[in-house]
């Protein structure tokens, strides 16, 4: 039977069934559609309890008399060991979204509470304690200290938390071994290649053993290969550490290793 002949018998079957109501029909559609893509996507849909937890959260720059509003009303939730990407166009406000989640930021609305602490309500002090013990970031440009070893670099955030030196540098290594960087320890950043530097901010970003990864373009800045390896990096850390992992890409192929993408488009969530 010809193609045409098939799918026009399936239509007429189709609106029978919905006694003739073709937007009934047409909804029936719509919902088997989103159960195929849903069946379709091998994901991990989120049960354990909530760990980072955003409220009609707004966030507006002010620039001379200028006024950017690159977040508004935005809420959701990530579960405790869920790998989240945030994606969307440039400037539609995913950095200032992982920044405010990760404290570095203030709102100008909304709450954010991270791990049962609300941030909006913590003094500068008590926040900048509660980013080092709990959350580790990656940036798409490292951000390792030009002038200090690989062993020192990674100890950084250990001296911010006032962990004893013997526990720190023995935590590095473990560290610097896990991210296949054992051998490099004595190098200094410019010695060690881009996919080697981003391994190692990963590295120091475990060092303190953080509930929360929060990574902003991880793979900007490496090649494909380079690039797949970070998000095998990432996906092992969280098997080994129960780590909840969010990254921002523009990369469909590393969205598409998350368990849910959450795509931004100007400040808002788009549905
Ligand atoms: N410190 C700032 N001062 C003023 N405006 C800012 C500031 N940071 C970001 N913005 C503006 O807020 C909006 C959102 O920026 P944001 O950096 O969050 O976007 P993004 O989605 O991360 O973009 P990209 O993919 O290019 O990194 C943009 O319009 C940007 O120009
Ligand atoms: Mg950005």
């Given at each position: 039977m010809p193609k045409q002949i098939d799918k026009k018998i399936w239509a007429e079957q189709l609106l029978a069934a919905f006694d003739g109501n073709i937007d009934a029909a047409i909804d029936a559609l719509r919902q088997a559609e989103s159960a195929v893509k849903q069946a379709r996507k091998p994901k991990v849909m989120p049960t354990g309890?909530?760990?980072?937890?955003?409220?009609n959260l707004s966030k507006k720059y002010k620039v001379g008399r200028q006024h950017v509003q690159a977040l508004n009303s935005v809420s959701l939730?990530?579960?405790?060991?869920?790998?989240v990407a945030f994606?969307?166009?440039?400037?539609?406000?995913?950095?200032?979204?992982l920044q405010l989640i990760g404290g570095l930021d203030?709102?100008?609305?909304?709450?954010?509470?991270?791990?049962?602490?609300?941030?909006?309500?913590?003094?500068?002090?008590?926040?900048?304690?509660?980013?080092?013990q709990t959350i580790g970031f990656v940036f798409q440009f490292f951000y390792l200290q030009p002038f200090l070893r690989l062993?020192?670099?990674?100890?950084?955030?250990?001296?911010f938390a006032r962990t004893k030196?013997?526990?720190r540098t023995q935590t590095a290594a473990e560290l610097a071994d896990a991210v296949g960087l054992k051998d490099r320890l004595r190098h200094l950043p410019k010695e060690l290649s881009g996919g080697q530097m981003q391994r190692a901010a990963i590295a120091r970003a475990l060092l303190n053993r953080p509930k929360l990864i929060l990574a902003d373009e991880?793979?900007?800045?490496?090649?494909?290969?380079?690039?797949?390896?970070?998000?095998?990096?990432?996906?092992?850390?969280?098997?080994?550490f129960g780590t909840t992992i969010i990254i921002v890409t523009h990369d469909p192929?590393?969205?598409a290793h998350a368990d849910r993408e959450i795509v931004l488009e100007d400040g808002e969530i788009k549905l």
């Open positions: 309890p909530v760990l980072v937890s955003v409220e939730d990530i579960h405790e060991g869920e790998f994606t969307g166009p440039s400037g539609s406000g995913k950095s200032t979204l203030k709102p100008s609305e909304g709450t954010i509470t991270v791990d049962g602490k609300n941030l909006t309500k913590l003094s500068d002090r008590h926040l900048s304690k509660f980013r080092n062993e020192t670099n990674l100890e950084v955030p250990g001296m030196r013997r526990e991880p793979t900007g800045n490496l090649d494909s290969t380079n690039g797949t390896a970070i998000i095998d990096l990432f996906e092992q850390v969280r098997k080994d192929k590393v969205a």
